[in-house]
């Protein structure tokens, strides 16, 4: 595990506990979004309670933020570098592959601003594309 790691949980003013440390490590190799499951299968034999209050830390100082792709289960993914916990800054598109199940973050491919009627204020938005990814297709 290097150092950038535990710079990382320190610079969002995470305590940088073994637990956060192994998490945020096993979060910067995957590929796609990834659900509680997922991290605790990934982190076998881990309590799933405490991987769950870890994600919810991360996302609350921005490193992580949520994504809800239509399958019921709640996924997560690091974060730009510029969010923090008031302010998530990705509004990318997520993409959901039919075939393979993976949620992946396009984040060359920005949500475009929206303008609501008078009287609607966003709090937050999330735009999911869903097809065949280009492993699958």
Same mark, same amino acid.
């Given at each position: 595990?290097?150092?950038?790691?535990?710079?990382?949980?320190?610079?969002?003013?995470?305590?940088?506990?073994?637990?956060?440390?192994?998490?945020?490590?096993?979060?910067?190799?995957?590929?796609?979004?990834?659900?509680?499951?997922?991290?605790?299968?990934?982190?076998?034999?881990?309590?799933?309670?405490? /991987?769950?209050?870890?994600? *919810?830390?991360? #996302?609350?100082?921005?490193? %992580?933020?949520? +994504?809800?792709?239509?399958? &019921?289960?709640?996924?997560?993914?690091?974060?730009?570098?510029?969010?923090?916990?008031?302010?998530?800054?990705?509004?990318?598109?997520?993409?959901?592959?039919?075939?393979?199940?993976?949620?992946?973050?396009?984040?060359?491919?920005?949500?475009?601003?929206?303008? /609501?009627?008078?009287?609607? *204020?966003?709090? #937050?938005?999330?735009?999911? %594309?869903?097809? +065949?990814?280009?492993?699958? &297709?």
């Amino acid at each position: 595990m290097t150092r950038d790691i535990e710079n990382t949980l320190k610079s969002k003013q995470v305590n940088p506990t073994a637990m956060r440390l192994l998490v945020l490590d096993f979060l910067t190799k995957q590929t796609a979004a990834i659900s509680l499951n997922d991290l605790e299968k990934g982190m076998a034999p881990s309590d799933r309670i405490t /991987l769950y209050r870890t994600l *919810k830390t991360f #996302e609350e100082k921005g490193l %992580v933020h949520s +994504i809800e792709d239509g399958t &019921g289960a709640t996924k997560y993914a690091l974060c730009e570098q510029d969010c923090d916990g008031e302010n998530h800054h990705d509004l990318h598109v997520h993409f959901y592959c039919n075939t393979c199940k993976e949620t992946f973050c396009l984040p060359n491919t920005r949500i475009p601003e929206m303008s /609501l009627p008078n009287g609607f *204020k966003q709090q #937050e938005m999330n735009l999911i %594309v869903k097809g +065949i990814c280009q492993h699958c &297709g």
